[in-house]
């Protein structure tokens, strides 16, 4: 099993720039392939970005491709998502997910694992 938990949530104004963070504890290694989605209400859940934790390979939706940097720190099995020139369309709860696999994995329905959540809400 694996446990992950998201942090580094909150309300912000347009603009601003976040940084969320997510540890990953049990089962773990670099054998895993971590990412970020994210659900605003009444909507469908999004993907925003994967890494592999073996090499550092990332991608993007490209809804937050040039915004949104996501990597790691495999010392403590930890991915962060640095989201930069925030809108109110970034409003969401952005979740962590991790699978058992080497490589780059955009769907949600493949990843086993994922955190509870933290909200962004980005509001004037």
């Known amino acids: 099993q694996v446990q992950l938990v998201e942090s580094g949530g909150g309300l912000v104004h347009p603009g601003d720039s976040l940084r969320l963070s997510c540890v990953a504890s049990g089962r773990t290694d670099d054998a895993y392939s971590m990412a970020w989605f994210r659900q605003a209400p009444g909507q469908e859940r999004e993907f925003l970005s994967t890494i592999t934790l073996r090499d550092g390979r990332t991608d993007y939706a490209d809804s937050v491709k040039g915004r949104f940097t996501i990597s790691r720190d495999n010392g403590k099995i930890m991915v962060f998502l640095q989201m930069n020139s925030q809108t109110p369309e970034d409003t969401a709860d952005y979740y962590c997910?991790?699978?058992?696999?080497?490589?780059?994995?955009?769907?949600?329905?493949?990843?086993?694992?994922w955190g509870q959540g933290t909200q962004v809400t980005v509001s004037s």
């Open positions: 997910a991790a699978e058992r696999y080497y490589g780059i994995v955009r769907k949600g329905e493949s990843f086993a694992y």
